[in-house]
């Protein structure tokens, strides 16, 4: 092989590995987020119970 072509054949694989690399990061993100996604629907969720018994607790206090 010619010099050009082993620098070609370098250039494909470090970009094939950074194509890869991208994939991994992208979908461990995808799943960062759903996973925030879940906790905030779940603190909104127990923001409106506390909310709730608050105002209960406020009614009966008076």
Known sequence: ???FEIII???NIITFA???GACIL???LELLHRCTRSALELAEEDI???QA???FL???ND
């Open 18 to 20: 950074l194509a890869v």
């Open 9 to 11: 054949l370098i250039f």
């Open 1 to 3: 092989m010619e010099d």
């Open 53 to 55: 018994e608050i105002d």
């Open 48 to 50: 409106e119970k506390l």
């Open 26 to 28: 992208y979908s461990n």
């Open 58 to 60: 406020k009614k009966n």
